[in-house]
């Protein structure tokens, strides 16, 4: 829901409060900058870590940065907000995918990739009335304001989704036996598929079309003899 706010609540609540010269664009610009930066190296450094610890850890950086809107009403509270939820997005993000490919059936690919996304997008329906309704009231065009109990709400809410994995970790980081057998024989069957290959068992594509031309030859020709046993 906090990328929703980055894109709903944000950009309203510095015109609001520092005016409509604000560098909002600048300031929100820093999130795609950051994440080119570090998905790379933050992904690259931590390749032994479990990819649901990762998600896990991501999630309460990406939530914790609400609360320097919180403490302080001020362009550099927004530039840290955006700063440090963009440092939680590299933890977080490109593992989300490494996780759901990792669990996903063979053959099922897209779909998994499709409900991993779907929350994203269904965030922000209630996050437009949550925003419109916040702005509205603690953050109004005219009169008195009170930003920082509104970021205090966002804050909260957003603060829930990493502590309930925090509450459901021991369900939600126990592997199905059935899945763990089924991904056990997956790697055996790989395995064995590259043994069979190296060994001459399984036959590349190149031969079986040289063997398919060799047979359609063997046929022309036997059927050319009969033709001339016949005349």
């Known amino acids: 829901m906090i990328f929703r706010h980055l894109d709903a609540t944000l950009p309203k609540y510095m015109m ?23 998905v790379p190296l933050v992904t690259a450094a931590t390749t032994t870590v479990e990819p649901l610890v990762m998600i896990h850890y991501g999630a309460y950086v990406s939530a914790l940065s609400v609360f320097f809107l919180v403490m302080s009403t001020s362009i550099w509270a927004c530039v840290l907000f955006v700063s440090v939820l963009s440092v939680g997005e590299a933890i977080w993000s490109p593992r989300l995918y490494d996780y759901t490919m990792s669990m996903c059936r063979e053959g099922r690919e897209g779909t998994y990739m499709a409900l991993s996304s779907a929350p994203l997008f269904l965030a922000k329906l209630p996050v437009g009335f949550m925003s419109g309704y916040l702005l ?32 459901f970790w021991g369900y939600i980081s126990k592997k199905d036996e059935d899945d763990e057998k089924y991904m056990e024989l997956r790697d055996v069957n790989a395995k064995e598929g590259d043994a069979n290959e190296g060994s001459g068992l399984v036959r590349r594509p190149s031969e079986l079309l040289a063997d398919a031309n060799e047979v359609g030859g063997l046929g022309r020709r036997t059927a050319a003899g009969g033709l001339r046993s016949i005349a």
């Open 136 to 167: 509205q009231k603690y953050c109004p065009e005219d009169g008195e304001r009170h930003s920082q109990t509104m970021w205090l709400i966002i804050g909260l809410t957003t603060a829930l989704s990493p502590i309930l994995l925090t509450v």
């Open 16 to 38: 609001r409060e520092f005016g409509p010269d604000v560098a909002k664009g600048t300031i929100y610009a820093i999130n795609p900058a950051l994440i080119i930066i570090l």
